[in-house]
């Protein structure tokens, strides 16, 4: 914004805290805290409560929400004279980013603001606006006040989003406070912010048979991590348990002790304290350490292997569902053997295209299981914990138009990369 100030440092006009600020919310929520005289954890609680008539009590969980915002947010929400003063202050404290507001005048920010006031945009659920308010909100660096209204982030990232461009900013503010649309976590957390994360949710790397690359992986997971970033790892050219290490056999201890340290990484560098780091791992099902993989997730694996935060993925070739509705046994190969075998790692080869081949080489370690026993492995680990998460490897490369293989995915399986 061209009009405000850059100065260094904290400001020394103290904005105030609470009672002005109360007007946001309505008589009726005033009246229906007033009258139950229950605070909004117990109004929130009375959801999972039906009612007389056997009903799920929805209107107590309205009740909750206006009750949040009277009995807490109300009261720890910083207060300001004017949406000037307010500006002045996040930008001279280093809250906002100056740059991303003196790409518009500032006539065309308040205009912006009053537009996204005027829809009267209300948390219609107690847990909406709980998790808006503990994750998303700009707070002071103590973490005990509040900065922003649900409108003011709304107009925060719509200014930063648009680059200047006010049409722009104008419809992603009436999209996002209509429920249109909404931007990724990392971009609705961090646009505008003067102290944050990237705006990107996904990253997909690629391990590799080798001390240095597991060692650079970790390192890119924690800053991806603290950058705000999702992460998803393909572990399926890590050489299996028990294979041989400068020839010697039986020294190799697999893909899970890597997936532990995934795991304590992603824990680790969490998101700004916003939420925690997100991270995924994604094996092939022709892996020999595959039903090992699977196991970390069941609820009763022991904890020396259960993996409890990271997600898990599998990689899927047509020839194993070929397999399966045959009722044949489905081979599993070792990566090292492969490598060493064909002169590129696992996840480069098509196992469809090569499976029998490989199952001929003697050159190549290989252990067999019934392909519908892995199928039901998956369903049953499916029922208990909602993982794992899963590839189709041919359908996604027979509708890939560029150059190159694509042999995992991220998080939520919607992004690709070769």
């Known amino acids: ?122 948390f219609p659920t107690f847990l909406g606006a709980f998790k808006y308010y503990t994750a998303y909100t700009l707070k002071t660096f103590d973490g005990k006040r509040y900065l922003e209204r649900y409108e003011d982030r709304v ?4 200014l930063a989003l648009a680059a200047g461009d006010k049409e722009l900013a104008t419809h992603i503010v009436d999209e996002v406070i209509l429920g249109r649309f909404q931007p990724a976590t990392p971009t609705f957390l961090n646009a505008g912010k003067k102290q944050r994360g990237e705006l990107v949710s996904c990253f997909l790397l690629r391990i590799e048979d080798n001390m240095e690359s597991i060692g650079r992986s970790i390192n890119s997971a924690l800053q991806l991590s603290k950058r705000g970033g999702g992460v998803a790892f393909n572990l399926t050219n890590l050489r299996e348990y028990g294979a041989p290490i400068k020839q010697i056999q039986n020294q190799s201890s697999g893909v899970i002790p890597v997936m532990k340290l995934f795991e304590d990484s992603f824990s680790y560098a969490n998101q700004l304290g916003a939420r925690q780091g997100a991270g995924a791992v ?16 069941r609820e009763n694996a022991d904890e020396k292997i259960r993996i409890k935060t990271l997600s898990l993925g599998v990689v899927i070739p047509d020839i194993t569902f070929e397999l399966a509705k045959k009722g044949e046994d489905m081979y599993m190969f070792s990566p090292y053997d492969v490598e060493r075998v064909y002169g590129k790692p696992f996840s480069d080869i098509s196992v469809t295209e090569k499976y029998y081949e490989m199952v001929d080489d003697s050159r190549i370690s290989k252990t067999k299981m019934k392909a519908r026993e892995f199928f039901q492995t998956i369903a049953e680990i499916q029922f208990e914990s909602g993982y794992p998460y899963v590839v189709f490897e041919d359908t996604v490369n027979r509708a890939n138009p560029i150059q190159g293989r694509i042999n995992m995915s991220n998080l939520c399986s919607e992004i690709l990369q070769v």
């Open 1 to 122: 914004m061209r009009s405000l100030r850059h100065r260094r440092g904290r400001s020394q006009s103290q904005p105030r805290i609470g009672q002005a600020v109360a007007t946001v919310t309505t008589d009726h929520a005033q009246a229906s805290t007033t009258q139950t005289g229950l605070d909004y954890h117990a109004l929130n609680a009375m959801l999972n409560l039906y009612g007389p008539d056997g009903e799920i009590q929805f209107d107590k969980d309205r009740e909750a929400a206006n009750a949040y915002f009277l009995q807490h947010v109300n009261q720890n929400t910083v207060f300001f004279h004017s949406l000037k003063e307010k500006l002045d202050y996040l930008v001279e404290n280093e809250y906002y980013e100056g740059e991303v507001l003196e790409q518009y005048d500032f006539e065309f920010i308040k205009s912006l603001m009053k537009r996204a006031y005027g829809y009267k945009f209300r």
């Open 282 to 297: 994604y094996l092939n099902a022709h892996h020999p350490d595959i039903m090992r993989f699977l196991d970390t997730k």
């Open 155 to 158: 107009v925060n990232v719509a």
